[in-house]
C-alpha cells in the first residue's frame, strides 16, 4: 500500500508537481498552502480591498473561488471578494455555466456581477460567429472578455481581478506565443500580475497549480462546477497547442515548469521592444496603437467587414455605452 509523504496513512493521489504520494487531507492542506505562499511571497493583494474574481463555472475558477474565500477567513487578508461572471451570449454553454456560478454565490454568499457582450458591445458571440466565421471567433471572444472584465471589475469598485489561470495554461500561452513569434506578449505572459499600465492590475494565484491537482481538489472537496467545453474552442489555435503540451508532459512531467521558467527568464529581460501604451481615441482605454484591439475588432463587425448583409442589421443598433461621452451623436465614425 502507498503511503502519504506526510502523515504516512493510505495515499489517494499522487501530487503533479513533485510526484508525492498523498492523502486527501494533506493533499487539501498543501495546495492551499502553496496558494497562500504565492499569495504572500508575491504581495498579490497588498493594499487591495475588493477583489474582482472572474467566475465563469469552470473548474478552475470554482477552485479559485474556493481557496481563496477560505484562505481570506483564515489569514485575514482583508479582501471584500466579488464574483464577476462573463455572459458572451453562446447559447447553451454560457448560460448553463452561469448556473454553477449562481449556485456558487448562494453557497458562499459573495456578491455576484455579470455583464454580457450584448450590454457591453450590442453582438453576442453567437452572432460573432455567425458573421465572421469559425477561424476567428477567439480572437473576438478573447478582447471582448478581457474588456468586459475590465469593465465589470471598475464598476463594482474593485481594486485587482484574479483569475484562475493554471500552470497548464501559462505554459500553453508561452508555447503559443513563441509559435506565433510575438515577442511582446511573450515577455509578460507568465507574469503573475500584469496589466499595471491598465486601470487594473490582474493576478493569477494559481499560476504554479497544475490542472490535474486541481481537477483533484475540486473532487476532494466536492466542489460544484461546470465541465462542458465551448463548442467554438476545438477550432482554435491554443487547442492544438494544449493537445501538444499534454504529450510534452507525459513524456516529461517537468515540462510545464520549464515552460513557465523559460517565460519567466525571458520576462526578465530588458532588451526586448515594447510600445508605450497611449489611451484609445474612442474609449478611452491604454492600448498600443490610436484605436484599440476591441475597438477594430466592432469596428469591423459594424461595418461589415466579415460578412455581407449586415449591413441593414448593424445600422438598427444603437449606442450601448462602449463610449464614454457618448449620446448616439457622436463625432466618431461609429457609435458603439
Not at 495546495?31 to 493594499?47: C, K, M, S
Not at 456560478?101 to 455579470?114: A, F, I, K
Not at 475588432?297 to 455605452?321: A, P
Amino acid at each position: 500500500m502507498v503511503r502519504c509523504w506526510r502523515c504516512d496513512r493510505s495515499a489517494s493521489v499522487k501530487r503533479s508537481k513533485d510526484g508525492k504520494p498523498a492523502c486527501v487531507v494533506c493533499f487539501t492542506d498543501a495546495f492551499e498552502a502553496e496558494v497562500h505562499d504565492v499569495i504572500q511571497t508575491y504581495g498579490l493583494f497588498d493594499n487591495c480591498k475588493k477583489v474582482a474574481v472572474g467566475a465563469s463555472g469552470g473548474k478552475d475558477s470554482t477552485v479559485l473561488i474556493h481557496v481563496l474565500n477560505k484562505l481570506n477567513q483564515k489569514y485575514g487578508y482583508g479582501l471584500d471578494i466579488v464574483l464577476l461572471s462573463i455572459d458572451e451570449g453562446i447559447t447553451g454553454y454560457r448560460d448553463d455555466s452561469l448556473k454553477a456560478v449562481e449556485r456558487n454565490q448562494n453557497d458562499y454568499g459573495l456578491p455576484l456581477v455579470v455583464m454580457t457582450y450584448k450590454q457591453l458591445y450590442g453582438w453576442t458571440m453567437d452572432e460573432i460567429v455567425s458573421a465572421v466565421g469559425d477561424r476567428s471567433n477567439c480572437t473576438f471572444c478573447g478582447v471582448f472578455r478581457r474588456r468586459a472584465l475590465d469593465r465589470g471589475a471598475t464598476e463594482c469598485g474593485a481594486n485587482i481581478i484574479a483569475t484562475g489561470h493554471n500552470a497548464d495554461d501559462m505554459a500553453e500561452t508561452v508555447l503559443l506565443n513563441i509559435l506565433r513569434g510575438d515577442l511582446a506578449r511573450l515577455q509578460r505572459c507568465t507574469d503573475i500580475v500584469t496589466g499595471l499600465e491598465d486601470c487594473l492590475p490582474r493576478t493569477k494565484p494559481l499560476k504554479y497549480a497544475f490542472e490535474k491537482d486541481i481537477v483533484m481538489y475540486a473532487r476532494f472537496n466536492r466542489l460544484d462546477y461546470f465541465s462542458t467545453e465551448c463548442r467554438y474552442a476545438p477550432d482554435s489555435f491554443r487547442n492544438y497547442v494544449r493537445t501538444y503540451v499534454k504529450k510534452l508532459e507525459r513524456l516529461q512531467p517537468k515540462a510545464i515548469l520549464d515552460l513557465i521558467k523559460s517565460g519567466d527568464a525571458i520576462s526578465a529581460r530588458s532588451d526586448v521592444f515594447l510600445s508605450t501604451p497611449i489611451t484609445c481615441e474612442r474609449c478611452g482605454c491604454m492600448s498600443s496603437q490610436k484605436l484599440c484591439k476591441a475597438c477594430l475588432l466592432l469596428q469591423g463587425l459594424f461595418t461589415n467587414d466579415y460578412s455581407s448583409g449586415m449591413k441593414k442589421k448593424v445600422m438598427k443598433r444603437t449606442c450601448t455605452g462602449l463610449e464614454r461621452k457618448c449620446a448616439c451623436e457622436t463625432e466618431n465614425e461609429f457609435c458603439f
